[in-house]
């Protein structure tokens, strides 16, 4: 079967490995340069944190080894005080299993070398799609307008603002909703120190100030890039490169200090938006075309629970799950697609409410000590609880069933009370 997919980006790429796999002939369109001879694109983050769904979506096609040969593990997350004061606080109770932190760039050229390494697969580079229309598909070109020939499927991997799910949003009962954060993120970078990294290389850092926070991810050259969350308000009222240098100096100075370029990347560096995208149905017949949707075109999430390009890996390893299903009856099976919507609108909520986790509760005494009782509890109570955060990145369990599991985890704790209290006293007192 002939597959248009349209955006070579993280899930485009992935997706167009899938579908090649079973056999399709399949055509990806791209608005950008090829990334690989023209560097890469400002404005998306520089670095991602990669975890156990997008593993497994990556090691289902045996990419998972080279992706993560340039990963930096983070093992935990380590929290900045005003005062300089670190805490680190793993992400697992046995303190070994990590997230990791890889280059967007460098995963996107990856993931393009190997779909164009698949059969079947061609990449036009240069093309954004502008329309389609009975079942032509046109594109703006630096030659001009081009148009594509009858395409009977076209699949939309093109992001948050995606312009195949604009065609879908013409379709009566098709269902749309965006949802704008009043913060927006602006990245910096840390430059190595005397050729080594300026934080720990193993931890996503984390600077919790309440209704703000900049978090740090670590880069394999030693750099760090940081990231700012803040309100759009903050943002505009530095306006000037003293105001930034004194705010950093006043909320940041362990990181202020290690930002040499600090005023100058503020002044240069765009503020991005934050918003969650919801769209129902995801695939609709018109005409002579079946369209479908993955990844942000679908459910675009908040950053906060690290799991955008995680979860839209996982769509590729489901939308082939109900291929299989449907003995390749795309129609079908991008009507069976449709039930990922229980967990994606599952992982947009975690998303949002990891934000207040990140920015405010993490500098907590007593988040840290929670977090502690429940590695507690994950430790005596092996297979019976897991936390949220365990089964979220460090397994594939659907995100609608960790919900559930976790609902299920805290009434069975509460109905056994004093028992499991005695039994995490004891771990946390013998330090297990
Ligand atoms: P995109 O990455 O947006 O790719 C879409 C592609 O389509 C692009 O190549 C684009 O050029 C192309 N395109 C767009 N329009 C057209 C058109 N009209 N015609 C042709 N081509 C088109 N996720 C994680 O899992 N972990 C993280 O740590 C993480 N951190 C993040 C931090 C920030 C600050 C942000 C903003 C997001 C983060 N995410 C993270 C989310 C992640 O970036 C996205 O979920 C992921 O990039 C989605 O991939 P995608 O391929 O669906 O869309």
């Known amino acids: 079967m002939e597959v248009t997919v349209v955006g070579a980006g993280l899930v485009g790429c992935l997706l167009a490995c899938y579908l090649a796999r079973r056999g399709h002939e399949v055509t990806l369109y791209e608005r950008r340069a090829d990334p690989r001879e023209a560097g890469a694109e400002r404005g998306r983050s520089i670095n991602l944190a990669i975890s156990e769904r997008g593993i497994d979506a990556l090691r289902r096609l045996g990419l998972d080894g080279e992706v993560l040969a340039e990963a930096l593990p983070m093992p935990g997350r380590m929290m900045h005080a005003i005062d300089g004061t670190l805490s680190f606080q793993p992400y697992s109770a046995d303190g070994r299993r990590a997230i990791n932190s ?42 001009g307008p081009v148009t594509s020939g009858k395409t009977p499927v076209v699949i939309g991997a093109d992001g ?40 720990d290389p193993g931890a996503l850092h984390i600077w919790p100030r309440g209704r703000s926070m900049m978090i740090a991810l670590p880069n ?39 930002m040499p370029g ?27 075309t079946t369209i479908g949707l993955v990844g942000d075109a679908a459910h675009a999430i908040v950053p906060f629970y690290g799991q955008g390009a995680n979860c839209g890996f996982e769509d590729c390893v489901e939308l082939d799950r109900c291929l299989d299903e449907t003995g390749d009856d795309f129609p079908a099976a991008l009507a069976l697609f449709e039930r990922r919507t229980a967990d994606t ?16 509760k993490v500098g907590s005494r007593t988040f840290l000590a929670g977090k502690r009782v429940e590695h507690a509890l994950e430790r005596v109570l092996p297979g019976r609880y897991a936390s949220r955060y365990e089964l979220v990145s460090f397994s594939t369990t659907p995100y609608s069933e960790v919900e559930r599991r976790i609902a299920r985890q805290r009434r069975w704790v509460a109905g056994a009370g004093l028992g499991v209290a005695a039994l995490v006293a004891l771990a946390l007192r013998r330090g297990k």
């Open 220 to 258: 394999p050259d030693r750099t760090f890039t940081c990231t700012l969350f803040w309100p759009h308000e903050a943002f505009d009222a530095l306006d000037t490169p003293e105001k930034v240098r004194r705010h950093f100096a006043e909320h940041y100075p362990d990181a202020a200090e290690a």
């Open 262 to 288: 600090l005023a100058d990347d503020y002044a240069a560096n765009p503020v991005g938006n934050l918003v969650t995208m919801r769209c129902s149905p995801w695939h609709r017949t018109i005409g002579p």
């Open 345 to 360: 609108e599952v992982i947009a909520r975690l998303a949002l409410d990891n934000f207040v986790e990140m920015r405010d």
């Open 160 to 199: 948050a603002y995606s312009a195949v799910r604009a065609k879908l949003q013409t379709q009566p009962g098709v269902d749309f909703s965006q949802s704008y954060l009043d913060y927006g993120y602006k990245e910096l970078s840390v430059p190595a120190r005397y050729g080594d990294f300026a934080f």
């Open 102 to 143: 890889i280059s967007r760039g460098e995963l996107n050229r990856k993931l393009l070398d190997a779909a164009e390494a698949m059969p079947g697969v061609r990449v036009h580079f240069g093309h954004r799609l502008t329309g389609i229309d009975d079942g032509v598909l046109t594109f703006d070109t630096p030659q």
